[in-house]
């Protein structure tokens, strides 16, 4: 028996990557508007969780974030982390307001990059004091999520693009720093996802459904993998990409 800890529980993509993790697993569901977890909840608790936490979690409070960590770790040590909270942005807001801008950067990079080496931080000392043992060398494991947004960067979405693009850096990293030991992160980097993100917006090329995106990043958790692209055939897309001259690239739509 496990402890899933889920970071922006009300994600759609979340919610599907619990469902299918939660399994004779202890789930502490953490998120913003705890009000709105009842459904994911149920769902849960019938997919076979021995039992599911509520937490408040603001992301954008940096300093909410060792605390956080201390109450999630308080029903338990924390072996499994999917950290799904995100915003997509107003671009045109963030074209003309540096607060927008910041903002989106703040919570798709900066948060992400705080609350995750707090979990890191958490896992290693578990693992030196012995709270959490490694079985079959895996420890503690973490999800984290990129996007094709951040493999190059596009002009129509270059705030978002950017804060990806960062926080793919920033994982990959400590993927380096973390090779060896007993952790694992898992960096998944969806397409076009239809859904509540991207609702009102006309889906791009290989977009997938949550539920797709889900199967496929619990598929590559569970198969110990460093990254998935979802769809897979997107990483052939995002080497080409490249190799597409400024001229044109500049034009790409979102
Ligand atoms: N959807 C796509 O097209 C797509 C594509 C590539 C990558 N991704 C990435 O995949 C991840 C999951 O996306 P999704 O499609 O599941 O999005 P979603 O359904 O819109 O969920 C985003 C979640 O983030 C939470 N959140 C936002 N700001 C927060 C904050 N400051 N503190 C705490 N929670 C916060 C939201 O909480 P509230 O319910 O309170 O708003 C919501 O639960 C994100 O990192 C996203 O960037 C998505």
Redesign the pocket.
């Known amino acids: 028996m496990g402890h899933v800890l889920v970071?922006?529980?009300?994600?759609?993509?979340?919610g599907e990557v619990a469902a299918r993790l939660a399994n004779h697993n202890t789930v502490t569901l953490a998120?913003?508007?705890t009000d709105?977890l009842d459904g994911i909840a149920g769902r849960l608790i019938d997919g076979g969780a021995v039992a599911v936490h509520r937490l408040y979690?603001?992301?954008?409070d940096l300093s909410s974030h060792r605390p956080f960590v201390e109450q999630a770790w308080s029903n338990g040590p924390v072996d499994t982390v999917i950290v799904?909270?995100?915003?997509?942005g107003n671009q045109d807001a963030c074209e003309v307001s540096g607060e927008a801008a910041a903002q989106t950067i703040h919570?798709?990079f900066t948060?992400q990059a705080s609350i995750i080496t707090e979990i890191v931080a958490r896992m290693e000392a578990d693992i030196a004091s012995g709270a959490l043992k490694p079985r079959d060398g895996v420890a503690g494991r973490i999800m984290a999520?990129?996007?094709?947004?951040g493999a190059r960067v596009r002009r129509s979405n270059y705030v978002y693009g950017s804060a990806?693009a960062g926080l793919d850096g920033f994982l990959q990293g400590l993927q380096d720093r973390l090779h060896g030991s007993s952790i694992q992160l898992t960096i998944v980097r969806?397409?076009?996802?239809i859904?509540?993100?991207?609702e009102g917006m006309k889906p791009a090329p290989m977009s997938s459904r949550?539920e797709e995106v889900a199967e496929a990043a619990v598929t590559a958790f569970d198969g110990r993998k460093a990254q998935v692209w979802v769809p897979r055939k997107l990483a052939l897309l995002a080497f080409a990409t490249t190799f597409t001259p400024r001229w044109i690239w500049r034009k790409m739509p979102r």
């Not at 970071?7 to 979340?14: D, H, M």
């Not at 799904?84 to 997509?88: D, E, N, P, R, S």
């Not at 859904?195 to 991207?198: A, E, F, L, Y």
């Open positions: 970071l922006g529980a009300t994600s759609e993509i979340g998120a913003r508007r709105a979690f603001e992301a954008d799904a909270f995100g915003i997509l919570t798709d948060a999520f990129s996007s094709i947004a990806k969806p397409g076009f996802v859904g509540r993100m991207t949550p």
